[in-house]
């Protein structure tokens, strides 16, 4: 369980740091952003996104958006 517990954290750890370089790229900053320490004991990795200003949502809501534009565009 300890081997498979240490994988998921490695998992959930490069998840969070590709997270944290796109919103960095887009300026974006969520101070509380991390692992969530506590989700380990039950073998789920979390990634705490944690509490965001109304406008760190909307620009992160617009950078969603545009990334769903870009790939439909891209489909089409």
Same mark, same amino acid.
């Given at each position: 369980? $300890?081997?498979?517990? $240490? ?5 959930a750890?490069?998840?969070l ?8 790229? $887009? @300026?974006?900053?969520? +101070?509380s952003l ?5 989700? @380990?004991?039950? @073998?789920?990795?979390l990634?705490?996104l @944690?509490?965001a200003? +109304?406008?760190?949502?909307? $620009? ?17």
């Amino acid at each position: 369980m $300890a081997a498979i517990t $240490a994988q998921l954290r490695e998992e959930a750890l490069r998840a969070l740091e590709d997270l944290l370089a796109v919103l960095r790229a $887009a @300026g974006i900053t969520l +101070p509380s952003l991390g692992l969530d320490t506590v989700s @380990g004991f039950t @073998g789920t990795v979390l990634i705490e996104l @944690g509490r965001a200003r +109304p406008d760190v949502v909307a $620009a992160i809501t617009a950078l969603l958006r545009d990334g769903l534009n870009a790939r439909a565009q891209q489909q089409s």
